[in-house]
């Protein structure tokens, strides 16, 4: 993967562009403020999209038991109709 560094105000100003040639040509971005990396943009492969999903459902799931919307063991087998 090649590594491209640009200025945080050219991140801002082409942000859609540089998106799109991330994705097409596996570039990564490191974002510069003031000479000083802030962030970097890459593309995410369909593995790494799957998993930031899979962790966001697992993130909603936990705060849905925190704040008591769970289900009995009779609630589910009577909505699968079991």
Do not use: Y
């Not at 942000?15 to 971005?29: D, G, I, P, Q, S």
């Not at 003031?34 to 998993?51: R, T, V, W």
């Not at 966001?56 to 063991?73: H, L, Y």
């Amino acid at each position: 993967m090649v590594t491209k560094l640009i200025g945080v105000r050219e991140f801002r100003q082409n942000m859609a562009t540089l998106c799109e040639k991330a994705r097409k040509n596996n570039w990564r971005f490191v974002v510069l403020s003031h000479n000083k990396p802030i962030f970097k943009m890459e593309p995410l492969s369909g593995k790494d999209a799957s998993l930031e999903k899979l962790m966001q459902e697992i993130a909603e799931a936990r705060d849905d038991v925190k704040k008591g919307r769970v289900f009995t063991p009779d609630q589910v087998r009577k909505n699968l109709e079991l």
